[in-house]
């Protein structure tokens, strides 16, 4: 069955420090798409990437950055120089592709707080 | 940039009420979802509709539950009879084709029901 694991619940760091949040998951799927959404307070979820399981290329987007080791299914999510505005809930997501129609699994997600 | 677009914002209801969530998906998208969240939990998915009918379901959407697009363009959620644990928001999805990942949500309605 799938399943998406993001162990740590809560994470606060200062501003500017680098924090990376975690993602493990679990699908016996060979093909399959992974996802990382932000939840500011305001509520509604901001997507930040997409990944497929054929490409373990490390992404880079300015301060935001991806680590897929699909040895260990894992999808990290790295933001560097972390700003206050960053404070959100970040999920991780995936999406299996076989016999489903693309319905996403979440994480319970990571409550980042960046304080200045 | 097209967006899905969700009303009302915010509902209030009393509990065994009957509650419609509207969406607009964008116009081209053929895929439509629900997905749930209970405050401070995880997302959940609800339901995922193609074709005028519904593809796929969770454990969560009973018979309380419906979905319907009635117009075209509008994908609603019905909720028959109103519990307090519905009180959550409801996100509505849209998407081209079920192997196209590109997922838009809308940003959601909080339901309390009281």
């Known amino acids: 069955a799938q399943k998406v694991t993001q162990a740590q619940t809560e994470i606060s760091v200062v501003e500017k420090e680098d924090v990376t949040l975690d993602c493990v998951y679990e699908t016996r799927d060979t093909t399959y798409y992974l996802f990382w959404y932000k939840q500011p307070p305001s509520g509604e979820l901001v997507f930040l990437i997409r990944?497929?399981?054929?490409?373990?290329q490390n992404e880079i987007s300015g301060r935001y950055s991806w680590n897929f080791q699909k040895s260990t299914s894992s999808f990290n999510f790295t933001i560097t120089a972390s700003q206050v505005v960053d404070s959100a809930v970040y999920f991780c997501?995936?999406?299996?592709?076989?016999?489903?129609?693309?319905?996403?699994?979440f994480g319970k997600g990571t409550k980042l707080s960046v304080k200045p | 940039e097209p967006e899905v677009t969700q009303t009302p914002s915010h509902q209030v209801t009393q509990m065994g009420q009957e509650v419609i969530l509207r969406c607009v998906p964008i116009s081209n998208h053929l895929y439509f979802y629900w997905y749930r969240q209970i405050l401070g939990q995880k997302v959940e998915f609800l339901v995922s509709?193609?074709?005028?009918?519904?593809?796929?379901k969770s454990e969560i959407f009973d018979d309380q539950f419906s979905v319907e697009r009635p117009d075209g363009s509008n994908f609603t959620l019905k909720i028959r009879s109103t519990k307090l644990e519905d009180s959550a928001m409801y996100f509505c999805?849209?998407?081209?084709?079920?192997?196209?990942?590109?997922?838009?949500f809308g940003s959601g309605t909080r339901l309390t029901v009281v």
């Open positions: 997501a995936l999406s299996e592709v076989g016999g489903s129609q693309g319905n996403l699994i």
């Open positions: 990944r497929n399981s054929f490409d373990e």
């Open positions: 999805a849209s998407k081209t084709a079920a192997q196209n990942y590109g997922y838009t």
């Open positions: 509709f193609y074709n005028n009918e519904i593809s796929e």
